[in-house]
Structures are given as C-alpha cells and as structure tokens.
C-alpha cells in the first residue's frame, strides 16, 4: 500500500526516485510499482496532486480517458486509489533541490535528507507550487498552505478561534475542517464567492446556519473578526517555481527539458514526462502527460533492471499485490 515515509536521512536506495506527485509522478509511480520496482515520490506541498490539488480540484475537467467530467481532485483521488496495492514512498513537504551521481545512478537531495536511486524521473509540471506569502499580522500565528505541514501546530485546542482568509478552494476545505474539529471559524474573503465542490460549498452553508462558520463575503480591505483569533490562516493561491531545478545539468531550453523518445534527458537514467518536457511542446494536457508517464517509467525500468524488456505487456495479464 501507499504509505507516508518517515524513513530518517540518508535513506536506503530505492529503483526509481519520480521529483513531483501531480498526475504525472502518480501514473509513473504505478506504471514503475506495476513492473516490480522500487519508488520513491518526492512531493514539494503537503498533499499529492500537483495543479489538480493546489489549483483546481473543484473545477471538473473532461480530457480524462474514462473518466468524463470529473472533479479535478476526484481524479486525484483516484490515482491514488490506484497506487493502493502497492508499497509506494511518498515523501511529501520535500523540494528537491541538487542532483548528483552515485554509484550505480542518482541521488536527489533536499532539505530533509538525501535519496539515492537507480534512476530518476522529473515530473515537476511548472515546477513547485509554493504558497503566497502572507501579509504580516503581529501576535497571531499564520499557516499560509492547507493542508498544514506535519509539526506546524496548526490543530489548536478544541475550541481554538481560527480566522481563515481566501477564496480558493483550500479556504473552504480548511474552514470546514476546523469547523468540524470545533474549531470557532470566520472564513472571509474580498470577493463575493467562495470556491470548492457543490458538497463542500453545500456543508460549508449548513454550517453557516447551525452558528458553526462566520462568513464574510465580499470582505473590506481592513475586515478583521470582532473577536481576535489565535490562528491566522491565510489562502491565496501558489506560485510555481522553477529555480531549485534550473541549475541541475540538464540542457534546459527555457522551462523545458529535451529528452528523447524514451523521455531520457541529456543524462543517462535521468528522465521527464509531463509539463516539464520539450517532448509535448505547448501541448500541456493531462493525457500527454499520462502517456509520458507510462513510456518514462517503463524506460526507467529496462534501465535500473536490464533484464525487463522495455515494453510491459498487457497489465490484464498481472495479479496486483494483495
């Protein structure tokens, strides 16, 4: 099964090391655990999902093979649903930062620790998506991304007086859980609407109702709850960002990568799929991105096991684990 590492620094090597858990990173994990290898998924934000997650997970999209006019974070769910049988690492709040040689392939690092691995596979869409910074607000505590990172003492005492600001998607998911953690919430924004699935903005009524979230929409520039907060939670969308990446010896063209048709860099054992690749061009589609994912990974896996043809047969003709 899919789990969340806590493995320490300087961690065992894994087969295939996929930087960035969007659509992606997900398929090419399990099209890799599909042929036997090891993975290890590094994902910079707290949540795995990429774009999907971050930026519109209730937006329904239509370009999904068999999955007509789903729910961005639906299809997220689903992917991780498919990675079920298998035991995946997934590392999240890790940016990676440096690639360097070892032994017999790479070794990826971050702020956290150091991950050696056969091969690698960049599926780093526009690269990570890290919250706006939010405005200063003197003696309250803020959390600037939802879901919050492990340690940040975010889920106060039952009881606790949450302010959260913003109208993405995140902003209601958050006040809805506080709410539900009773938490007392004020959810505000400067415009008049607020974002999320028809449940989520459904419950996020009901509970308006019952007393249990104070909403203020549009909200003026100076509104602030009567009663002052113990937590600021702030949600104003991400920012993508490139720059950890770009120094790594990659013969970048602009926010590219050139790779071959395997999706091989310039760099033996280091691949790419998704939005990062020159391959697809301006064409960043979900289900180019799908297709980079299974002929990386199947590629990445001839390369760290010669012995597995590059091709992987009918999945009809495997038994998943358990």
Partial sequence: ????????????????????????????AFYAALRGLSVRLLEARPEPGGQLAALYPDKKIYDVPAAPAAYAGEVVDRLLRQLGPFDIELRLNELALSLTPDGRGWRVGTLRGSYPAGAVILAAGMG???PRAAPALPGVPTLSDWPPAPGSGSFLVAGARVWVQGGVPQATRAALELAEAGRQVTLSHRRALFRGTPAQLERLETLR?????????????????????????HLNGYLPDLSPLLGWPLGWQGEYLPADAGGQTCLPGVYVAG?????????????????QAAITANHAAHHVRPDLSVKPGHSSDRRLPG
């Fill in 1 to 28: 099964m899919s789990r969340l590492s806590r493995t320490p620094p300087n961690a065992a090597p894994s087969d295939l090391l996929i930087v960035g858990a969007g659509p992606a990173g997900l398929y090419a």
């Fill in 275 to 291: 939005d990062l690749s020159r391959a697809g061009g301006d064409f960043k589609l979900i289900a180019l991105a799908f297709a």
């Fill in 128 to 130: 990570a998506l890290l």
């Fill in 209 to 233: 109702r019952a007393g249990q979230i104070e909403l203020h929409a549009p909200a003026t520039a100076d509104f602030a709850p009567a009663v002052p907060p113990e937590l600021r939670v």
